[in-house]
């Protein structure tokens, strides 16, 4: 299986906030990575898709960058809605697989 | 707007059959491939297995000895079996859409315990 890492795994920030969030992939996953928000109770929410291409009506606040086996997910000027937990996800190589996620809190 | 319906028990015996079905409303069922995926509690995301309209399956290692995913496309509906249930298969359970996962269903909580 791909090994997806985040880093950190909790990150302490405030309103108004740059934060990047990184995601390394054990092998070389091209671009098939994903990105998505998830809220305590809810299901998760995908915020961006190969990697840079954001998903519709998702904030532009957002955005994805990476190739091969790194890839960041940068948040500028953090909001209150988005304090939550972030997790990446690998989609070339079955089993597809999820790092182990990653919450921004205040 | 596409949107996932899923149900199913939420409270079950070890060893017994988790049972839980995903229907698909709007858009079209054929054009993609749908997951299953859980989540136990305060933990991360296991991805549980996928299938396509025509019953093409892939399933994780892990787990697929205990899983079956199959659907039926007259009613755009597929489902998860998972057999012989312990206490580390509680977790909430979710249905999604596609590779990226870009629409999910509200997620069914299921329990384990004797």
């Known amino acids: 299986d791909i090994q997806m890492t985040q880093s950190p795994s909790t990150l302490s920030a405030s309103v108004g906030d740059r934060v990047t969030i990184t995601c390394r992939a054990s092998?070389?996953?091209?671009?098939?990575l994903a990105w998505f928000q998830q809220k305590p109770g809810r299901a998760p929410k995908l915020l961006i898709y190969?990697?840079?291409s954001l998903e519709d009506e998702v904030p532009s606040r957002f955005s994805g960058r990476g190739s091969g086996t790194e890839f960041t997910l940068t948040i500028i000027s953090l909001q209150p809605d988005d304090f939550a937990t972030y997790y990446c996800q690998q989609y070339i190589t079955y089993p597809w697989t999820f790092g182990q996620g990653t919450k921004v809190e205040i | 707007q596409v949107q996932l319906q899923q149900w199913g028990a939420g409270q079950l015996k070890p060893s017994e059959t988790l049972s839980l079905t995903c229907a698909v409303s709007g858009g079209s069922f054929t054009d993609y491939y749908w997951n299953w995926i859980r989540q136990p509690p305060g933990k991360g995301l296991e991805w549980i297995g996928q299938i396509h309209h025509s019953g093409v399956t892939y399933y994780n290692p892990s787990l697929k000895s205990r899983v079956t995913i199959f659907v039926d496309p007259s009613k755009r509906q597929f489902s998860l079996r998972m057999t012989s249930v312990t206490a580390a298969d509680t977790a909430t359970y979710f249905c999604?859409?596609?590779?990226?996962?870009?629409?999910w269903g509200q997620g069914t909580t299921v329990t384990v315990s004797s």
């Open positions: 092998q070389n996953i091209n671009r098939y």
């Open positions: 999604a859409r596609e590779n990226w996962l870009d629409v």
């Open positions: 190969k990697a840079s």
